[in-house]
């Protein structure tokens, strides 16, 4: 019983090409985010959602765009994958913003070649 | 982007020893503490949270919070081989949606 999924969990592509992650959640949370952890370890914030809502967008390109269909769905669409896109894309999930645990899914590894 | 530190590691201790994690804040307001867990290829995992100063212990896990210091630590007291992951601390404001994470601490437990 998976609690946070994320698909695919391999993803080697060429640079230019546009991918999707997808993520899902059974906890019944209502917040959602995207990491991104590179070759050093360093886990950084991306986006998060709240009820469907985009309430966190640090800095990155606009090619990266999280659509949120329902709150326990967050997909990450990449347009125009550049090398230093390669990094693990960790899907997460949480009850609300008091300080209650983020739980990760399994992380994406993409290669972008 | 806020600030979280950890000591560089790695750090090596040997099986049945105490491993002293440490991790420092820049952001006064930062309310909730985490420890997580992160096997090499695996997602990291919650091991500890504390929101108030002064030590929560759960089996060998200590974590101790001072926040006047702006430091939260963790410790694993007879530390085992299975052990042996990085460790990273997270804090988060009240309120807020988001954990922002130190850079993370290597730790091998030596059979």
């Known amino acids: 019983d998976t609690a946070v999924s994320q698909t695919p969990k391999y993803l080697v592509t060429q640079m230019g090409n546009d991918k999707s992650i997808k993520c899902e959640q059974n906890l019944g949370h209502d917040t959602m985010y995207w990491y991104k952890q590179d070759s050093k370890k360093f886990l950084k914030i991306m986006f998060s959602y709240n009820n469907k809502e985009l309430i966190i967008n640090e800095t990155v390109p606009n090619r990266f765009s999280p659509k949120s269909p329902d709150k326990a769905h967050l997909n990450l669409h990449i347009n125009s994958l550049e090398l230093g896109d390669s990094a693990v894309y960790f899907c997460a999930s949480s009850l609300g913003n008091s300080g209650n645990t983020i739980y990760f899914g399994e992380g994406s590894w993409l290669t972008v070649v | 982007q806020k600030e979280v530190e950890q000591n560089s590691g790695p750090l090596s201790v040997p099986e049945g020893a105490i491993a002293s994690l440490n991790c420092t804040y820049s952001?006064?307001?930062?309310?909730?503490f985490f420890w997580y867990r992160q096997y090499s290829g695996k997602s990291p995992e919650l091991i500890m949270s504390i929101y108030s100063n002064g030590d929560k212990e759960d089996g060998r896990f200590t974590a101790q919070l001072n926040k006047a210091s702006q430091y939260v630590s963790l410790l694993i007291r007879d530390s085992q081989p299975s052990d042996s992951a990085t460790y990273l601390c997270?804090?988060?404001?009240?309120?807020?949606?988001?954990?922002?994470f130190g850079t993370g601490t290597r730790l091998t437990v030596i059979p």
């Open positions: 997270a804090v988060r404001d009240y309120g807020a949606n988001n954990l922002f």
């Open positions: 952001d006064r307001g930062s309310q909730s």
